[in-house]
């Protein structure tokens, strides 16, 4: 199994992975959704990329937390003593974690996904961030929750985007658009020269966590479109129903 990690973090210390597609095998080789039913992948290929996925970032497998995303602003925070399987049915679109042997993560075909670690507290998040949820405000409800508890601060936090649907392939109506506009108070996130517009998520991104306090030298961007790179992506505008999905996780630094 193939990852991707962000260089930002990987030299905090940070321990994470962005599940790549495999170039040798068939559509859901390295599928990491949980409905493993509905893509047509089978239950026991699903839970070994999930152990694969584990070893990789250092975690117990029943130390990685999910949540049943619904395109919203919801965010878990997750403590000691949790289970999994329980944490997994709750709708959300951003998990927290503050303590060491706990992982979170989140599951993306398209949208962007998110990581943000603190190396001081060691504090981490992810974050699955549609245009939806972009415009519900789940990015800026993430960061106010990673930083609650008083030992985190938002200026010392670092963020990860990995591959999503860039501008090339990211047409929406004009409502979505404006609505992203009014998201992020930025109107170069429209890109030019298409006929129907297209939309730069990433941007709307960075501009709502320097918003937020978190400068631009803090926050890495890991190049890809999905929809473009058939090889190395699940995409579900390219595909449909018949995606998979990947899984990007971030364990807690003690």
Known sequence: MEFLVSSHLADLGFRHGFSLRSRRENLTSLNCSNEASFIGNNAERVAANYRE????????????????????????????????????????????????????????ADCLSLLLADPFSGAVAAVHVGWRGAVAGVLEAAIRALIADGSTAAYRLHAALFPHIRPCCFEVGEEVAHALVSACENPDVIVGGY????????????????????????????????????????????????????????????
């Open 53 to 108: 996925l584990a070893g990789f970032i250092g975690c117990a497998r029943e130390r990685i937390f999910e949540v049943s995303q619904n395109h919203g602003s919801g965010v878990r925070v997750v403590g000691p003593g949790e289970r999994v399987f329980d944490v997994r049915s709750e709708k959300a679109d951003a998990l927290v974690a503050h303590k060491s042997s706990i992982a979170v993560g989140v599951r993306v």
């Open 195 to 254: 006929t129907k517009p297209h939309v730069d998520l990433a941007l709307v991104v960075k501009t709502q966590l320097n918003r937020s306090g978190i400068a631009d030298p803090r926050i890495d961007d890991i190049a890809g479109c999905t929809c473009c790179d058939q090889n190395r992506f699940f995409s579900y505008r390219r595909d449909g129903d018949s995606s998979g999905r990947h899984l990007v996780v971030i364990a807690a630094r003690g």
